[in-house]
């Protein structure tokens, strides 16, 4: 893994419980304080640069990122979060839109797949985003036509995940079977567990494989991280995150397998680690899944843990309200930052579980 593309190939992790309905406007954001004034204002701000950066198409993505269907994915999950719905509110127009962008992508050659179009060596990441983006999406549509569109697409991209799932449980680059490696893994559970909790059948003993290959990730130095793969490479924060997570969201099993893992990424508390240069470069893939992992697990530290991390996103965020990565898409680094701090209010139905 010398290319952070992969990251990129799929996102913003994301993952999923309730079907999403209807609803009224969002109460006021965190009654417990953790989204503050100031991050408020930065969430509102970031939203904003994303609306004025959408394609006419629908589409977020810059330079080599351009229409890209996993950005698009993310925005709209970030529009969702925060409690926006298609057709209703000040940004419905552009969660309209990006659902149908997303819809236009799906392959004339693989019903159900929207990776086809990427550039990049792993777009069965862009096929995991796109999918959690539709489980997401499709339930607070209201037009019944395109709902059922969006139910039917989505249906369609849970069984090219499913139909590509090697034996060992896992996921790689590519919708067929082949090997495998924990973000692949850890980025299609989200997907199907989103899925499967808007209603769409996705068979148990699938989430039961994935997460077993997560686990067989697990470094048996008893440290709690994850590596790439079951006998590849050390531990490293990014991929604890996605596979923690991964795990809680398809299915947690006994809590003492976990508990060094989130020990593992609560040793990460941002201020303190990001001279590492994995964290540095897989940055806001890191702490959108360690975000998510950390609040599942709750306790004393949580409240702590997020207090940094909005405080160095706040620190961190451009005068004209966006995230960047010089290495990466300013539309990725701002809609996943967004999801980072819009956590402990999101109104996604996978981040709440």
């Given at each position: 893994?010398?290319?952070?593309?992969?990251?990129?190939?799929?996102?913003?992790?994301?993952?999923?419980?309730?079907?999403?309905t209807?609803?009224?406007d969002?109460?006021?954001?965190?009654?417990?304080?953790?989204?503050?004034?100031?991050?408020?204002?930065?969430?509102?701000?970031?939203?904003?640069?994303?609306?004025?950066?959408?394609?006419?198409?629908?589409?977020?993505?810059?330079?080599?990122?351009?229409?890209?269907?996993?950005?698009?994915?993310?925005?709209?999950?970030?529009?969702?979060?925060?409690?926006?719905?298609?057709?209703?509110?000040?940004?419905?127009?552009?969660?309209?839109?990006?659902?149908?962008?997303?819809?236009?992508?799906?392959?004339?050659?693989?019903?159900?797949y929207?990776?086809?179009?990427?550039?990049?060596?792993?777009?069965?990441?862009?096929?995991?985003?796109?999918?959690?983006?539709?489980?997401?999406?499709?339930?607070?549509?209201?037009?019944?036509?395109?709902?059922?569109?969006?139910?039917?697409?989505?249906?369609?991209?849970?069984?090219?995940?499913?139909?590509?799932?090697?034996?060992?449980g896992?996921?790689?680059?590519h919708?067929?079977?082949?090997?495998?490696?924990?973000?692949?893994?850890?980025?299609?559970?989200?997907?199907?567990?989103?899925?499967?909790?808007?209603?769409?059948?996705?068979?148990?003993e699938?989430?039961?494989?994935?997460?077993?290959?997560?686990?067989?990730?697990?470094?048996?130095?008893?440290?709690?991280?994850?590596?790439?793969?079951?006998?590849?490479?050390?531990?490293?924060?990014?991929?604890?995150?996605?596979?923690?997570?991964?795990?809680?969201?398809?299915?947690?099993?006994?809590?003492?397998?976990?508990?060094?893992?989130?020990?593992y990424?609560?040793?990460?508390k941002?201020?303190?680690?990001?001279?590492?240069?994995?964290?540095?470069?897989?940055?806001?893939?890191?702490?959108?899944?360690?975000?998510?992992?950390?609040?599942?697990?709750?306790?004393?530290?949580?409240?702590?843990?997020?207090?940094?991390m909005?405080?160095?996103?706040?620190?961190?965020?451009?005068?004209?309200?966006?995230?960047?990565?010089?290495?990466?898409?300013?539309?990725?680094?701002?809609?996943?930052?967004?999801?980072?701090?819009?956590?402990?209010?999101?109104?996604?139905p996978?981040?709440?579980?």
């Open positions: 893994m010398k290319r952070y593309t992969w990251f990129l190939a799929g996102l913003l992790g994301l993952a999923g419980p309730l079907h999403v209807a609803q009224k969002p109460p006021p954001r965190d009654a417990d304080g953790l989204i503050t004034k100031e991050a408020k204002q930065a969430i509102d701000a970031g939203l904003t640069y994303l609306i004025k950066r959408q394609a006419d198409n629908g589409s977020w993505g810059t330079g080599g990122h351009t229409k890209s269907v996993a950005i698009t994915s993310l925005c709209g999950l970030a529009l969702l979060a925060d409690g926006q719905r298609p057709g209703r509110g000040a940004h419905g127009d552009a969660l309209t839109k990006a659902a149908d962008f997303v819809l236009s992508q799906e392959s004339k050659d693989l019903a159900g929207f990776g086809g179009g990427t550039n990049f060596h792993g777009p069965m990441y862009v096929q995991g985003y796109a999918v959690l983006f539709l489980a997401e999406v499709q339930g607070t549509l209201t037009d019944k036509q395109k709902k059922e569109q969006a139910k039917a697409a989505l249906t369609r991209g849970v069984k090219v995940i499913l139909d590509a799932q090697n034996k060992q896992g996921w790689r680059y919708p067929t079977p082949g090997d495998a490696d924990i973000t692949g893994t850890a980025c299609q559970l989200h997907a199907l567990r989103a899925a499967r909790d808007a209603g769409v059948e996705v068979p148990k699938a989430l039961d494989k994935g997460v077993a290959y997560v686990l067989s990730c697990q470094d048996p130095g008893g440290g709690g991280g994850f590596r790439y793969q079951p006998f590849t490479g050390p531990p490293g924060f990014p991929r604890t995150a996605a596979g923690v997570s991964a795990i809680q969201c398809a299915g947690l099993p006994k809590e003492d397998e976990l508990a060094k893992s989130v020990g990424l609560r040793a990460k941002p201020g303190a680690a990001r001279i590492e240069p994995e964290i540095q470069i897989h940055y806001y893939y890191g702490y959108y899944y360690a975000t998510q992992a950390l609040a599942r697990a709750g306790g004393k530290d949580w409240k702590d843990w997020y207090g940094a909005r405080d160095e996103l706040l620190r961190a965020r451009k005068q004209d309200g966006s995230w960047d990565n010089l290495q990466i898409c300013p539309h990725y680094c701002t809609a996943m930052a967004l999801l980072i701090l819009q956590s402990p209010d999101s109104r996604l996978s981040v709440k579980r």
